[in-house]
């Protein structure tokens, strides 16, 4: 890490589920102690209505998000990189901190299916800050 502000890059394919709740969830929850960025190998054109409305629940709005494409740049400008199922397409750097999370596509599902998904993301958020904090 460096002296600045630790940055995360959340990766998944579309960037419009679970990438999208877990900056979410890290913006909320670290608020500016930690910059925050999402971007997708194959971005959808929007974001997953059911996630919004998942994160919703958390009293969290990310409905001004919209999914944008993975750059090298993005991956050099972060400390930690944690990818969601996007396989190779994420390149790599050294000296970053890469992290996969398994975590199933919300894409497609409904609510009771997509709030487990969102609750495993919230704990994975609240790790991962107390990881960076130290």
Known sequence: MTDTKPSVLFVCIHNAGRSQMAAGYLRHLAGDRIEVRSAGSMPAD???PTAVEAMREEGIDITAEQPKVLTPEAVQASDV?????CGDACPFYPGKRYEDWKLNDPAGQGIELVRPIRDE???RIQ???VSISN
């Open 127 to 129: 790790e991962l800050i």
């Open 46 to 48: 929007q974001i997953n």
């Open 121 to 123: 993301i919230k704990a």
């Open 81 to 85: 990189v944690i990818t969601m199922g």
